[in-house]
């Protein structure tokens, strides 16, 4: 199957900064990616869907100017977490769409953020 | 609204029993519903789709639509299911919704040898 990687899987900041979290699709290209933010036994929630090459569509409740999601590349989105809180800490998992008759969301395998 | 709902958090069941992870789930239209597996230390990756009507591992998965259900079910659980366990939704394939994936809380399937 298609292989998307995220990057970095774990990462610990302080408040006040920001974080930027890689999604990429290796061996295929990926139009759309979706962001998902994971609390400890909870499901997955989508945050944003995020286009190539146009702006993202926030889900409601999500915070656009808190969560930047940039599609520069049909392989590349990054998630920039700003001024983070320790609120903000939780797992974020991205996937990206293959094209074609059998699309299919191929998942990342996440990033831990802690926020101290 | 939509919505995905996996009434059970954890199912425990003993090796070579049948298996049966509900799912259920409200749209308003036909959506196209997936089975979503992870494995302890592995990324979530799909498991099947209703519209495939395929048995992976020996997991198959029917689409009622008076019910609106798509329970994952296998008839001899063997210890390597031990997994968690999503129930997903998207809209129709031709919609623009279709990418978009909607997930259930989980289930988490521990099998007892």
């Known amino acids: 199957g298609a292989v998307v990687s995220q990057h970095p899987s774990r990462v610990i900041c302080k408040s006040g900064t920001s974080v930027k979290i890689e999604c990429r699709s290796l061996d295929f290209q990926a139009t759309t990616m979706f962001w998902y933010r994971q609390f400890p036994k909870q499901s997955l929630m989508l945050m944003a869907t995020?286009?190539?090459?146009?702006?993202?569509?926030?889900e409601q409740g999500v915070e656009k100017d808190k969560f930047l999601i940039n599609h520069a590349s049909l392989t590349l989105s990054t998630l920039t977490v700003t001024s983070a809180h320790p609120e903000d800490s939780s797992f974020y998992i991205c996937?990206?769409?293959?094209?074609?008759?059998?699309?299919?969301?191929?998942f990342g395998q996440g990033t831990r953020l802690t926020v101290v | 609204a939509q919505r995905v709902t996996q009434p059970e958090k954890l199912l425990s069941v003993f090796k070579g029993a049948p298996v049966e992870l509900k799912c259920n789930y409200s749209y308003s239209g036909s959506p196209e519903l997936f089975w979503y597996v992870q494995y302890s230390r592995q990324r979530l990756q799909l498991l099947l789709r209703h519209i495939s009507r395929e048995s992976i591992k020996g997991f198959t998965a029917d689409l009622n639509k008076g019910e609106t259900s798509f329970h994952l079910k296998k008839p001899f659980a063997q210890e390597e299911d031990s997994a968690m366990y999503y129930c997903?939704?998207?809209?129709?394939?031709?919609?623009?919704?279709?990418?978009?994936?909607?997930f259930g809380s989980g289930t988490r399937l521990s099998i007892r040898p």
């Open positions: 995020s286009n190539e090459g146009s702006k993202a569509t926030y």
């Open positions: 997903a939704l998207s809209g129709p394939p031709t919609s623009e919704s279709a990418s978009k994936i909607i």
């Open positions: 996937s990206a769409l293959t094209g074609g008759a059998d699309t299919e969301a191929f």
